[in-house]
């Protein structure tokens, strides 16, 4: 019987009203961007980018050791080339007028009193691009 009323008394205990404590709930978001901490944000962007699948057309590379090598070459002489006009435009014995031809550009520059006018022409297209760069006077401005 001894068993009986231990069962029973937990069971009526089990039905007593008491005092409860209990506090407000509070949201905190994560992402930082609405509030979270804000050192949580590298974690989020390297999930996000493990996660995108999203490939970028142009940042893929051609893995073809002779295009890598023509596109090197190439960078390389445009380089040069680039180098040699500004030579002839603001050089130690800089010209008044020039023209360059490289493949299908053009390259003409006109000097002025205040600038010099470079102007591109593809000859494969007839796109035509100009830019004026100002010239600096003796006292920088």
Do not use: C, W
């Amino acid at each position: 019987m001894r068993i009986v009323i231990r069962a029973a008394t937990l069971v009526a205990m089990a039905f007593v009203p008491t005092s409860a404590s209990a506090s407000d709930i509070v949201y905190t978001p994560i992402n930082p961007s609405f509030g979270g901490n804000p050192f949580n944000s590298a974690h989020l962007l390297g999930i996000a980018a493990a996660q995108n699948k999203y490939k970028d057309p142009s940042a893929i590379t051609n893995a073809n050791p002779a295009d890598q090598f023509l596109r090197t070459l190439q960078s390389r002489l445009l380089s040069s080339l680039a180098t040699q006009i500004t030579d002839l435009i603001f050089g130690d014995n800089a010209q008044e007028s020039g023209l360059i031809k490289f493949g299908d550009q053009e390259i003409s520059f006109v000097r002025g009193l205040d600038s010099v006018t470079l102007t591109i022409s593809n000859l494969a297209d007839g796109s035509v691009t100009e830019i004026v760069v100002p010239l600096l006077t003796g006292d920088g401005l």
